[in-house]
DNA sequence: ACGCTCACG
DNA sequence: GACGTACGTGAGCGTA
């Protein structure tokens, strides 16, 4: 049986246990639907087997592979070190149930499963990398442990699965700073907190590879400890070489560990369709069942209905069939599908234009969607040719007018008793707009998954479609192409685009009813209705109002610019002693710190060294002229390229305005984001960059009015926290960084340092962002122990805040996710990481309700702001997360700033009675900078 | 396509 | 004293 091993042979190994391990933390904890069995982490066990199945690896591809799992808890290491491994914590309790069954997917795969009672993985991996690579094969271990890759070189490399990335020799210097002929000393040195390992006291790695460079192996250097040059590193390598030894053999990997299964048995063979179909419908994986079965071209037996006591299972539904949609060319069919929509009293749609931007795009063709394999796509705007030297694009035959097709729609989608149902509907709800129609009511499918999954993936229809009906929907760039030929899609033919359109509307009623179901049973229903729906026509019509930009301002700022970046050239050349391109960071970072020599150059992952802000203003600190000068250069050139120069080019040649492009859920936290342009960074903190703000003006007889939250996630944070101190502050409308000033730091308010209150200040911002000594430190630009001090009397001062960190950090443990005060969750699927990707995890959980609260309070303010100011002559035409921009006549500017201020101090209210006052700042002026 | 840098809250 | 370090965004530029 089997084939043999040998040249030309290539062995993949699978490390099990990380996959499992990974794919527990990655996933929700899922549960079978039929009896409730946690699956969590066989599914994305699954899923990472059929990804790795399905990837075609070239000529890496392999002709034998194994998974390798663990399989005890004592080795012969324990013999060596009895406390080896005693910091492992248990695994979870509803992972363990879920080892045997990722056993019998390996198989289901028809993939070796490997293990062997008594011996870890990592040692059962390593023997059979040793034979293969004896019998002259070549080897790829799959994992990104870093205890496998001492076995790296001599044709066996890593892959880590989730980046994708080949591990190699070099990778490994990169990681252990020696080759992996070294790595075991070096690991041995600087031991191994998650193994217990104990290594050296005070050694890690950066400085054992020093060591082993130094003196070439660790024998040598026990043996010549005596001559290291610190006296510390001396003793406590010589005091300690005896557990350093041990270290080394409990990091070195055997070689000969017994194999149960030899090599010539690992050939890899075709997954038997039944078999592991049969396996994924048991463990009832529906969309990878269905993938799966796709893919290997058998039936997918149907996935078991889950038990009456739940609701009624949904039907199974047939998979997604792009090739019987119907195109209407006649009016007689268009009312057919109008009087269907009737009868049904919902239906997914989908437009199509000519272009993204929604303030510039035309109208093509509208599609529909009633029920699954029940769609159908009205062109009306196709074209054939283009508008160019040779003639004029003309309209394509056999389409129903546009007037007529919307005059038909319009009843129902006016119709307040038939829901729309849209993916990223605020798109679609402009066009009709534009054209007259008011639609409503809509469902947004984004807009549900945002709800739902915000923190877990992105939001777009071909993700979700892949992520949660397992179907690829067909890429637009197969119609219009990409890049400089790139058509719109009027241009498409319309056999073509039927089909794209039509799958489109059936994807986006598919998400629907998976989605839909979900709001209340995840508890974001409410969230969904009052926080994420109701912006959709706000939004809408902001966007299509858009601001007045004086192009001339911004014009003759540019020419200014221009002016003045030349004269800092000249100088920085002069300088330099030659000429470069400024705005390159790598010229720039040569000529600081090769060329000139100058001191504090440091490199970053990719090599390069840094040439941020903060290290030039170090460097200017000093003394140094060119970094002073590039400094403001940069500043300059930001301006004039982002803001004076592209600003214009965003004016709409139809309204003679900016029509930003806010995502409702585009970020995680329940902000919103302005794209084409950006209009929430506009700059403000310089006083150059502040008259950017001139040329965004009201119109003759207008004012520009701007009202903003003060303070509000500290307010926020003293309610959350329940910090009494904070909360007083704000109720008496004092001073809030001058009061945590004087409390930390025993001064009266009155007559305080102003450097004192900066200080005050920095660790009240920090705070809402996970704080940190070296954060703090850096910012101030103040010693680390001193920043670190700072800390410690702040949370000594305030307990309720290190209380309320660690109470958000423990719930998102727990949950997944964590919540703000109006109900929105934003997953956390990081938060049980390991390693230096866990504290990024864990604050940016703790800046999230904060910031994500907040986020809620301005957009309950805005959702109730169109009727606060019905009949007034204003518009609001910005948000800038905590700010809101009107355009007001003259005369209402007091009663709009009254009314606007009533809106926003009572927004949270009455879903949420906070126990400090919400305070607004109100300002107007002719132009922007002015009303701020 | 990706990293760097920098504009905002 | 090993390791990395403030949260959330988008745009323009240089480089590969």
């Not at 210097?173 to 070294?182: A, Q």
């Not at 000393?185 to 217990?196: K, R």
């Not at 008793?417 to 009709?432: A, E, R, T």
């Not at 840094?610 to 060119?626: F, I, K, N, W, Y």
Request: aromatic share 6%.
């Amino acid at each position: 049986m089997g084939e043999a091993f040998g040249k030309g042979c290539h062995l993949h190994l699978i490390d099990g246990s990380a996959f499992i391990f990974r794919a527990y933390h990655a996933l929700p904890p899922l549960t079978r639907k039929s009896d409730g069995l946690p699956v969590g982490a066989v599914a994305g066990f699954c899923n990472m087997l059929w990804k790795y199945v399905q990837e075609d690896a070239g000529s890496n591809a392999p002709t034998h592979a194994a998974v390798i799992f663990d399989h005890s808890s004592k080795t012969f290491r324990n013999e060596i070190y009895n406390a080896y491994k005693a910091n492992r914590p248990e695994p979870p309790e509803d992972l363990r149930p879920q080892f045997p069954l990722t056993r019998d997917a390996t198989r289901a795969f028809n993939i070796a499963c490997i293990e062997t009672e008594g011996f870890e993985a990592d040692d059962i991996i390593a023997a059979y990398a040793c034979r293969a690579r004896e019998a002259g094969g070549r080897v790829t271990i799959v994992s990104s442990d870093k205890d496998l890759m001492q076995l790296v070189g001599d044709g066996v490399e890593m892959l880590d699965p989730i980046k994708n990335k080949a591990i190699g020799p070099d990778e490994v210097f990169e990681k252990f700073g020696v080759g992996p002929d070294r790595v075991v000393d070096v690991q041995a040195l600087a031991g191994d907190a998650v193994d217990n390992v104990p290594g050296a006291p005070g050694i890690g790695i950066k400085t054992a590879a020093l060591l082993i460079q130094e003196f070439g192996d660790l024998e040598a250097l026990l043996e010549r400890a005596g001559e290291i040059k610190q006296p510390k590193r001396r003793q406590t390598l010589i005091d300690h070489a005896e557990q350093i030894r041990v270290s080394k053999r409990l990091v070195q990997l055997d070689c000969n560990t017994p194999l149960d299964v030899p090599l010539e048995e690992l050939g890899v063979q075709a997954p038997d369709p039944a078999r592991l179909l049969s396996f994924l419908t048991d463990m009832e994986f529906r969309t990878l069942t269905n993938r799966v079965a796709e893919k290997l071209g058998a039936e997918a037996p149907a996935v078991k209905a889950a038990p009456q006591s739940e609701a009624p299972a949904a039907p199974e539904l047939p998979a997604i069939d792009i090739t019987g949609y119907e195109t209407v060319t006649d009016m007689a069919a268009l009312q057919t599908w109008v009087d269907a929509i009737r009868e049904a009293g919902e239906v997914a749609f989908d437009t199509e234009t000519t272009s993204l931007d929604d303030m510039r795009a035309v109208l093509v063709g509208i599609s529909l969607a009633l029920a699954p394999g029940r769609a159908c796509y009205i062109p009306f705007g196709h074209v054939s040719g283009s508008d160019d030297l040779f003639g004029s694009a003309q309209p394509v035959a056999g389409q129903l007018p546009m007037a007529e097709v919307l005059a038909a729609l319009r009843p129902v989608l006016e119709d307040a008793s038939i829901l729309k149902i849209g993916q990223n509907v605020k798109y679609d709800w402009k066009l009709l707009a534009r054209n007259g129609i008011r639609m409503a009511p809509v469902a947004d499918t984004m807009l549900m998954s945002y709800a739902l999954n915000a923190g877990t993936h992105n939001h777009g229809m071909d993700e979700l479609a892949e992520r949660y009906l397992g179907h690829k929907c067909i890429p637009i760039k197969d119609l219009i192409g990409s890049g400089k030929s790139q058509i719109h899609f009027g241009q498409v033919a319309i056999d073509k685009a039927a089909p794209y359109a039509a799958e489109d509307a059936e994807v986006t009623l598919r998400l629907y009813r998976h989605f839909a179901p979900m709001l209340p049973a995840e508890r974001v229903v409410t969230v969904y209705h009052t926080l994420e729906a109701p912006m959709i026509p706000v939004l809408g019509q902001m966007e299509m109002t858009g601001v007045k930009v004086d192009t001339q301002v911004l014009s003759r700022m540019s020419g200014a610019f221009a002016q003045k970046m030349a004269q800092l050239e000249d100088e920085i050349y002069g300088l330099a002693g030659g000429s470069f391109n400024i705005g390159s960071p790598k010229q720039l970072g040569e000529i600081l710190f090769d060329r000139m020599g100058l001191a504090g150059g440091k490199q970053g992952k990719t090599g390069a060294f840094s040439t941020s802000a903060d290290v030039l203003e170090d460097l200017a600190a000093e003394g140094h002229d060119l970094p002073a000068r590039v400094l403001d250069w940069r500043q300059i050139s930001k301006l004039k390229s982002t803001y004076t120069d592209a600003l214009p080019t965003y004016v709409n040649p139809d309204t003679g305005r900016v029509h930003t492009c806010y995502s409702i859920a585009g970020a995680q936290t329940g902000r919103l984001a302005s794209t084409e342009p950006n209009l929430q960074n506009i700059p403000i903190r310089t006083d150059e960059g502040r008259r950017i703000r001139q040329a965004f003006i009201a119109p003759e007889g207008h004012r520009l009015v701007s009202l903003d939250y003060s303070q509000i996630e500290l307010r926020i944070l003293a309610h959350v926290a329940d910090i009494p101190a904070l909360k007083q502050a704000f109720r008496e409308g004092i001073d809030i960084h001058a009061m945590t000033a004087s409390q930390m730091f025993g001064v009266p308010v009155e007559g305080m340092d102003p450097m004192i209150r900066r200080r005050a200040k920095a660790i009240n911002f920090g705070v809402i962002y996970g704080i940190s000594g070296f954060g703090l430190s850096r910012n101030l630009r103040i010693p680390r122990a001193e920043a670190q001090s700072f800390i410690d009397t702040y949370f000594e001062r305030f307990p309720e805040i290190r209380a309320y960190m660690d109470r958000t950090v423990a719930d998102a443990k727990a949950d997944g996710s964590v919540r703000t005060l109006f109900g929105r969750r934003i997953n956390t699927p990081g938060i049980n990481q390991s390693g230096p990707a866990a504290g990024g995890a864990r604050r940016a959980a703790i800046n999230a309700p904060i910031q994500g609260a907040a986020a809620d309070i301005i957009r309950r303010a805005m959702i109730r702001m169109p009727a606060a100011i019905e009949g007034m002559p204003a518009r609001m035409l910005l948000q800038v997360h905590d700010e809101l921009v009107f355009e007001v006549e003259e005369n209402a500017v007091e009663p709009l700033i009254a009314r606007a201020r009533e809106v926003m101090e009572a927004a949270a209210e009455p879903a949420v009675k906070l126990s400090v006052p919400l305070v607004v700042d109100a300002g107007q002026g002719a132009n922007w900078a002015e009303a701020h």
